[in-house]
């Protein structure tokens, strides 16, 4: 049974690794928005003051 | 539509009644027979008695239905592997069927797809189901690969119930089921992994595999840079790990070219000569016609079995000799008759005799075409 769960994730971390489009999803999109988000935050409350 | 004089109507139906099959068991109980547990004793090496229980129902790891459909049926199996079966051969006592289907029925609701089927394929046999979409060939494959369950009916693979015959059945279902990420040989590693061969075991049967199905030079080529014949070949190859004593495939040939086409049979070839016997389901006469044997399915019976020259003499259609020719129709049958002496008179550019195919059986004995 160890060989299985072993095997299927070892294919499904193979698999998450070579896919650009869930990479770019999963790691590029979240960055980007974890970099503008506080500037954004900044803003609003600059305007708010 | 073909005009059948009523003479050559009820020859044929005399042709159908000499050929059907319907061995219906009126006052027998078929619930009893369903599942008719077979001792696993009867059928079982020393390593098997070794083996843990063989869960099919518990085979876990996959959340794709095309995954679940063959961790069911062994491409990959939950059913841990002892080393030894890498070497030897699963030693089990001789049965002269690799599958046994008696009076099986199967309904989904009021719609019975399977209506008392009775069908042997024996040890080594290259075994062909034609019949058109909606026949009940993948019901019944799904049946004996242990997916679905009868809902009246026996069915043995090599003497045992089909749950516990996944190490002897390798399945390729229609549908591609190859990761496209993941290389060949990777793919191969990942089945054999999943069908309980330790890391170094599995990389080595996964070796073999791609020599035999030629892919050794491809090994390291992503799938989704294969073509489909390759595909297809890596595929087979996922059910063709060593136990395995019958491979059950469903519509191979659907996308291939007429060369990827012939190729792939001429493997089938060389894995049935092996001693593996192998059972087809299409609905291409042509690939019917490599198989030792046929069966004809409609409505969820067997129509006609036979070798597939035997159907074509039982169904008693004649060879066709097509004449393509530039004389005008008013002219063609008499100058047919003195083509030998007047051959200025017809200009015959092309002569074409065809004998008959077994799309022209099937639709001899059911009077429906097989794409219906």
Known sequence: MTTQIFA?????????????????????????????????????????? | MKKRSPSSQSAELSVI?????????PGEDLAEMAWRPVPLESCTTPIDNHR?????????GSSSGVEHHLAKVGVAGSNPVSRSRMVH?????????AILIENLTKRFGDCEVLKELTLKIKEGEFYALMGPNGSGKTTLISIIASVDRPTTGKVEVYGREPAKA???IGYVPQENFSSPLLNGWENLVYFGRLRGFAGREAKRVAENLLNRMGLAKEAKKRVSHYSGGMRKRLEVATGLFPGTRILILDEPTTGLDPSARRNFFGLLKDINDEGTAILLITHIGEDAES????????????VAEGEPGELKKKSGLKNVVNVETMAKSARIADALRRLSEE??????PRIEATRPSLEDVFFELTERPLGR
């Open chain 2, 17 to 25: 009644r000499r050929l059907l099959r319907m061995k219906g068991t």
């Open chain 1, 8 to 49: 299927t994730v070892e294919k499904i971390l193979k698999e998450f690794l070579r896919d650009k489009i869930v990479l770019f999803f999963t790691f590029a999109l979240p960055v980007f928005f974890l970099i503008v988000l506080p500037i954004q935050t900044e803003k609003g409350a600059s305007i708010r003051k």
């Open chain 2, 166 to 168: 996944h190490d002897l």
């Open chain 2, 291 to 302: 198989a030792s044997r046929v069966g004809l399915i409609d409505n969820g019976m067997i």
């Open chain 2, 52 to 60: 843990p229980s063989l869960n099919s129902r518990s085979s876990g």
């Open chain 2, 89 to 97: 051969k699963p030693r089990m006592e001789s049965h002269a069927d």
């Open chain 2, 343 to 348: 051959e200025k008179l017809l200009e015959t």
